[in-house]
């Protein structure tokens, strides 16, 4: 027996690798809708080696659905959460529309898998969970094992995001981009606000000229202390686009309450829950955003202590945002929640 899961912005870039992850853990799943806009209604995408029609999204989508994995932006969620809901089915977001929300769960089922069952006990079962930003949970999932150990002081974060974090059609103008720019043609920019190819920028979200930082930055502090369920640690960052398609890095600055050696550090995220360490220090080898594309963990390397303040580590943090920081993350927030436990990942 399998449940009815609808996914709402199947054509995008979460939306795609939504009925991947689906597909690899083997979710149980007995009729899967495929929603999106009025564009691509009738257009066709593969699950389970057999075509499925994409159908416009209505209100009436969720009807005998089961659980819907929503991933087309917050005014969509915000639009649809009522239907969903009375639809008795639960909503599972990507968006930002109800993180920071009094009693909707902010979940990493690594670190809080309890919220997301809270919320399917909730209204017989139809809760929201939300999904947290991509940033947050590649960084959290790494952070929230040494956090529990020595409790984090301060963060300090800089971080290195991909194109498709924008949607797919960021990733399609950064390849556009980056040909115009080597055939030496013009190229204008639709998607994103600056020239892409060979150039860098802070991140485009909305400038918060009362708090200094963009959202982006704000998310990550709003959001961790959310998840982890403590307002201690104080984080600040530094968020920036780089012109390569897919997953997140992030340069980590961590200080913590008590003394936390390297070596307990590696010790600890070796045996953490959704992580992987790599690295060669004899060939300077780290992980790179080329290693995690299609990988389920998070990678970590180049855990060092910082030399200029005490009780700190430095620490390089990579992570596909399309699959642990959105798709993945929130197929899991659904086993957690209506399965009753989290498969392995499949891919780590
Ligand atoms: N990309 C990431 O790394 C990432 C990570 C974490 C969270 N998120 C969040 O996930 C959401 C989607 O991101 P994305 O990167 O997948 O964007 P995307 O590639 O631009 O895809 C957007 C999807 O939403 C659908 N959509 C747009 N307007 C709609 C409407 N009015 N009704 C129904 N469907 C509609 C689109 O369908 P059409 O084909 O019909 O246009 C498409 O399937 C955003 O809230 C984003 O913040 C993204």
Known sequence: MGLNVAIVGATGAVGVEFMQVLERRRFPIKELRLLASKRSAGSKLAFNGQQHTVQELT???FKGCDLALFSAGSSVSKQYREACVKAGCLMVDNSSAFRME?????????????????????NGGKGVIANPNCVTIIALVALAPLHKEAGIRRLVAATYQA???????????????????????????????????FNLFPHNSPWMEDKGYC?????????SHKILGDTSPRITATCVRVP????????????????????????????????TVLEDRSKNRWPMPMDVSGKDNV?????????????????????????????????????????????PNANP
């Open 299 to 343: 990678y970590v390397g180049r855990i060092r202590a910082d030399h200029s303040n005490p009780n700190t580590l430095d620490l390089w943090v990579v992570g596909d945002q399309l699959l642990k920081g959105a798709a993945l993350n929130a197929v899991q927030c659904a086993e957690v929640a209506l399965l009753g436990k989290l498969a």
């Open 163 to 197: 194109s498709s974090g924008a949607g797919h059609a960021a990733m399609v103008e950064l390849q556009e981009g980056t040909r115009a720019f080597l055939d030496n043609k013009p190229f204008t920019p639709k998607v994103l606000p600056w020239p892409y190819a």
């Open 59 to 61: 209100a009436e989508s």
């Open 102 to 122: 009094d009693g909707v769960p902010l979940v990493v089922p690594e670190i809080n898998p309890g919220e997301a069952v809270k919320a399917l006990q909730k």
């Open 244 to 275: 390569i398609l897919r997953s997140h890095s992030e340069a980590l600055n961590v200080e913590f309450v008590k003394p936390l050696s390297v070596a307990r550090a590696y010790e600890i995220l070796r045996q953490a829950p959704g992580v």
């Open 215 to 223: 959202e982006e930055e704000m998310k990550l502090l709003k959001e």
